[in-house]
């Protein structure tokens, strides 16, 4: 028997006390940090995936470069070849932190055999990411 000589003859009839429907409150206070949690967990998953996707491109010619900024920190360097457009930008998985020097080196109008990492995806804006670039003497 509870504490209350009526509590679990109220709880044969269906009637909630308050002190069982404050424990199914506390039952669920962790669903917000369990998304959460899926959420980072799945970003970082996501990030650590596309970084070790690397294709090589045989031959990419330099048609055009562009920096682009969402605000006033957030900015990219874009890349745009004959065949795609690619972003030059920091990897912390790969330990670079130079993309700006690289974007500097990088000439228009120049061949390139170009590592790539990462994966185009159109509808989050997303490009793959130069992290090699030799140059072809033509």
């Known amino acids: 028997r509870g504490k209350f ?22 039952r669920f206070w962790w669903w917000p940090i369990a ?13 650590a995936v596309s970084y070790n996707n690397v294709s090589v491109v045989e031959q990419a010619k330099v048609t055009g470069k562009e920096r682009v900024c969402d605000g006033q920190s957030s900015c990219k360097y874009l890349i745009f070849t004959e065949q795609e457009t690619y972003e030059v930008t920091d990897t912390v998985f790969g330990g670079r932190f130079d993309s700006s020097n690289f974007y500097g080196r990088l000439e228009e109008g120049s ?7 990462g994966f185009r995806l159109p509808f989050f804006s997303t490009y793959q990411n130069i992290t090699k670039a030799d140059k072809i003497p033509t």
Request: hydrophobic residues 35%; proline residues 0%; negative net charge.
């Open 5 to 26: 000589m009526y509590e679990d003859d109220d709880e044969e009839r269906g009637i909630m006390s308050y002190k069982s429907r404050r424990h199914d409150e506390d």
């Open 35 to 47: 998304v959460i949690a899926v959420f980072v967990v799945g970003s970082f998953s996501f990030y």
């Open 111 to 117: 061949t390139y055999r170009l590592e790539v990492r």
